[in-house]
């Protein structure tokens, strides 16, 4: 009964009727040969009486990848007699989920309850929508869907029922659109859970601000923990910038025998380039070698990455030049690491061959390496240049990150007016961030009256920070303007106010944060995150530590 030599109709015709859920089961590879088994069943009155058949011919309808979407919709609504199986149902449910809108697929649900299996939905219906939901751009605009599928697994009694998809997929909804109390409250509900429910409460721990913890406290209480449990805690812990607690859980991972993935080993380099800890990077390189067949261009972004913030900016040259297929971030993270921590002139000529046809195109990430480069090395009129080009050529707008860098290469050449002249084209609200900045360099280069004058003008755009007054406080006392210094520390001490951080010239940290994830790139989310936590100075020193930090399996 082989399929491969005749058509499917002539196999179907072939074989009797109590084969023919087997055929219909094994032989319905492709969208043709959908149609064409579809058009036998008709034709022998197979379909009418005969759900099995029915359900089978679109099951495998559903999950043909050739089969259009259209046509999976056709069979659902108007081609195939009700009642259809509840499995079939769930089967075109799941594949229609990822290839249609959600709007589309809830007014699927709601003809399907009015039109077929009487038992419809049960338990696996539901998880398809909310998945859906979930991956949308926008999970919070499908919240009152979300809601009313809630209500109605808690009317049907599928919410809390084993096993837990439904509940999974109602707990990943609720994290993916923000929802953690929601969520949280969901989880204690739940009378079962399985590794997928502590995995997804986890992860949506992580990604709030100070939630690592919490994530902790129920990763210690999980009695079986999966690969993806580790993996949660270990990016986890380097997104909440406490890469030295990632390296333990990676050290912990090992030690119980916890084979690791590509995403394990792209949180260890990353942790490792915070720490500067070349020792323990080298060791997940060698661990990549040793495990990995397959190139990953995650963790070897990541590798390279680590080995620049490292100052082995050879070593992630090598790795660079090594890569068969290199995407936007891996230039950009070979760019920065050439501009913040090698040869700023090596970083630049990456750039031209960068933007040679046939390469990739730069983005705002990439400039700011560039214009850091011509910051290190005074190229005012290239600077210029670059930063021109942005807009006239890339058709990129230039960000407070390029303004910055901008201001920091005028300052180097001692064009401190002018830096301020640009900073002022900065958007209001980052005015006194900007000029914050600048008044460091006036006060380390001198320039009191440039200094007083900004001094005064952050003090009108945020009279209540404190830090302006004293930064004032000491651009008159530098200048030997004893009574006026005395009259800001009085003026101070009166305010009585804690003072607000002031802001850097040279710092770099919130400045590459704008840049550090992009959200609808999932397979770019781990890799951005590297860059987030770029050199607080361009010229920075880092120990090296090259004694094993780890064992990775």
């Known amino acids: 009964m082989a399929a491969t030599s005749t058509s499917p109709h002539s196999a179907a015709a072939a074989i009797n009727v109590d084969g023919l859920p087997h055929f219909l089961r094994r032989a319905l590879r492709t969208h043709s040969a959908v ?5 036998f069943l008709l034709r022998r009155g197979l379909l009418l009486g005969q759900p099995v058949h029915a359900g089978l011919l679109l099951t495998a309808s559903a999950c043909s990848a050739a089969s259009p979407p259209a046509h999976v919709l056709r069979l659902l609504l108007h081609h195939l007699p009700p009642p259809l199986p509840l499995f079939s149902i769930d089967a075109a449910l799941r594949a229609l989920a990822p290839r249609i809108p959600f709007s589309a ?17 049960d338990r696996f219906s539901f998880p398809p929508l909310l998945s859906a939901a979930a991956s949308a751009a926008s999970p919070r605009r499908h919240l009152p869907s979300a809601l009313t599928l809630h209500a109605q697994l808690l009317r049907r009694g599928l919410l809390f ?9 109602l707990l990943h909804f609720y994290a993916a659109a923000g929802r953690l109390s929601s969520a949280r409250h969901l989880f204690d509900e739940m009378p079962f859970r399985d590794i997928a429910s502590c995995n997804t409460l986890m992860t949506a721990f992580v990604g709030t601000a100070g939630g690592i ?16 449990s580790w993996n949660v805690m ?30 394990t080993m792209v949180g260890a380099a990353t942790a490792c380039a915070r720490l500067g800890r070349l020792g323990a990077g080298r060791e997940v390189h060698c661990a990549f070698l040793r495990r990995f067949e397959d190139d990953n261009l995650l963790v070897w972004t990541a590798l390279l990455d680590m080995y620049g913030k490292c100052r082995r900016v050879k070593a992630a040259r090598t790795v660079f030049d090594r890569l068969g297929v290199r995407n936007l971030v891996c230039w950009n993270a070979m760019i920065i690491g050439h501009c913040v921590y090698g040869e700023p002139g090596d970083g630049i000529k990456l750039f031209h061959q960068m933007i040679r046809p046939g390469n990739v195109r730069p983005d705002e990430v990439t400039f700011i390496g560039v214009l850091c480069a011509c910051a290190r090395l005074g190229l005012l009129d290239d600077g210029r240049a670059y930063f021109e080009q942005m807009s006239t ?27 301020e002249g640009l ?34 003008r952050l003090i009108e755009l945020e009279p209540n920070n404190n830090a302006h007054y004293a930064l004032l406080c000491s651009v008159y006392a530098a200048a030997g303007r004893w009574e006026e210094a005395h009259r800001m520390k009085a003026t101070m001490k009166e305010r009585n106010e804690k003072f607000s951080p002031g802001y850097r010239l040279v710092n770099l940290n919130e400045i590459i944060h704008e840049f550090r994830a992009r959200e609808k790139q999932p397979e770019n989310q781990e890799i951005y995150a590297i860059l987030d936590d770029l050199a607080t100075r ?9 004694q094993s930090d780890f064992g990775i399996k």
Not at 213 to 228: H, S, T
Request: charged content about 20%; aromatic content about 8%.
């Open 35 to 39: 149609l064409c088994a579809h058009a």
């Open 105 to 121: 697929l809830l007014s699927l649900f709601a003809s399907l309850r009015r039109s077929h299996h009487p038992l419809f939905p």
């Open 161 to 169: 029922s084993a096993p837990p998809h439904a509940a999974n997929a």
């Open 213 to 228: 913890d919490a994530a902790r406290q129920l990763f210690d209480r999980m009695l079986l923990r999966n690969v993806v």
């Open 234 to 263: 270990i990016n986890g812990y380097v997104k909440a910038k406490r890469p030295e607690q990632a390296l333990e859980v990676v050290r912990w991972m090992a030690a119980v025998g916890v084979r690791g993935t590509g995403t």
């Open 393 to 419: 050529t890339y058709n990129l707008k230039p960000t407070f990150a390029h303004y910055w860098c901008m201001a920091n290469l005028y300052g180097s050449v001692g064009l401190l007016e002018e830096a």
């Open 423 to 456: 900073l002022q084209s900065v958007p209001e609200d980052l005015k006194a961030r900007a000029l914050g900045g600048l008044l460091g360099l006036c006060r380390f280069r001198g320039e009191w009256g440039l200094g007083e004058r900004i001094a005064l």
């Open 538 to 546: 361009l010229k920075l020193g880092c120990k090296e530590n090259v």
